[in-house]
Structure formats: C-alpha cells, structure tokens
T-cell receptor, first 109, second 115 residues
C-alpha cells in the first residue's frame, strides 16, 4: 500500500525566502508524482507533474525534483511571496493518486 | 466556464437521511473521480470512472453509490448518512486514467455536515 509523507506539516517564512517542501513515498512503481496547491475552502490546483522517467519539472518560480529510487520529491519555491501562502499537497500515481497530508505554508509580508 | 463544477457547495443534513452531490466536467475528459477530504485534511480516493465504467472502488461503505449517466457527469449518492460522513467531497477529472501524464482537474468541493 502506497504511503505518502510530507515534511514539515507547516512552515512560516518571511517574504523573499526560498521554500523547500519535502515529500516521500514508499512504493517506487509510480507513473508520476504531482504537486498541488490548496487554498482554504477551495479545490486543488495542479502545479507540476513529474513523469516517472523525469528527474525534475519547472514552472516559473517552482521547481520540483523526483528521485524514484529513494522515494523522494522536493518542491522548491523561489523568492516566496505572501500569495504563495497555501497548503501544498504531494500525490503519487500508481494506478490511483495517493496524497500526502500536505504542508501548510505561510509567507509573512 | 468552470471546468469541474460540483453542487451543492454546502450540505447540512440529519443522520439517516439520503443525499446526492452532483459533478459535471466540460473538459471532454474520459475519467472522473470522487475524493473525500476528512477533518485532518487527508484526501483519499473513493471512486474512479472511465467512460462511464467503474475502474476504482476503494474500501467505501456500500451506502455510497456513484452514478455516471455519461462521461461528463459523475454523481455521488449517499444513503443513511452517518456522523463520520461529514467531510469535504471533491470531484475531479482527467484526460486519461493512470498514466505518465495524467493531470487531474479538481472541483471546488462540497462540504457535507451530518448532524
């Protein structure tokens, strides 16, 4: 059974600092790994998808890496802004999406 | 213009009642999903349908019955509601089932409160 863990559970940083969010998973037989953002009371927004054959994906200030052999992914957010405050969820797809519990990020102005 | 729309957004009801949540997607996707997010914010898949056919049915009580009249709709009917059913239910859709490039689009969620 796939288990996805996200550390830390919460993170508070001053504006401008880089963010590093970690995700680990137990079964490396995956199709892809996805990072989502969830704002309070809202649905999930897809940020990045890394296919199992890829090592990283980038979109603007976001960069996500994937190390399948060690069961780890890291999401980097450069030069954080207050608008980046949200919960970030990692999910692995191994025939179904299994989610971590998320990291709640607060960026202080 | 909403890609995945769910109704109602909020639902408050008494234990023992039967209720439905509707979901529609206008993305032309083949696969639709229901997820449950509990009070601890953990998201768990409940069901997945591909072209109106059930492909994933996680260990969900049979009081929950999904219905897909066509590939653009996936409704969730819940019988004999219990307190533990209180949660936010998310509908989602994707172009494919599980694959390398399967990006999910989520609805805004339906918050169910059972009293």
């Amino acid at each position: 059974k796939q288990e996805v863990t996200q550390i830390p559970a919460a993170l508070s940083v001053p504006e401008g600092e880089n963010l590093v969010l970690n995700c680990s998973f137990t079964d490396s037989a995956i199709y892809n790994l996805q990072w989502f953002r969830q704002d309070p009371g809202k649905g999930l927004t897809s940020l990045l998808l890394i296919q199992s054959s890829q090592r990283e994906q980038t979109s603007g200030r976001l960069n996500a890496s994937l190390d399948k052999s060690s069961g780890r992914s890291t999401l980097y957010i450069a030069a954080s802004q207050p608008g980046d405050s949200a919960t970030y969820l990692c999910a692995v797809d191994d025939y179904k999406l299994s989610f971590g519990a998320g990291t709640t990020v607060t960026v202080r102005a | 213009d909403t890609a995945v729309s769910q109704t109602p957004k909020y639902l408050v009801t008494q234990m023992g009642n039967d209720k439905s949540i509707k979901c529609e997607q206008n993305l032309g996707h083949d696969t639709m999903y229901w997820y449950k997010q509990d009070s601890k914010k953990f998201l768990k898949i409940m069901f997945s349908y591909n072209n109106k056919e059930l492909i994933i049915n996680e260990t969900v009580p049979n009081r929950f019955s999904p219905k897909s009249p066509d590939k653009a709709h996936l409704n969730l009917h819940i019988n004999s509601l219990e307190l533990g059913d209180s949660a936010v239910y998310f509908c989602a859709s994707s172009q494919f089932g599980s694959s390398g490039a399967n990006v999910l689009t989520f609805g805004a969620g339906s918050r169910l409160t059972v009293l």
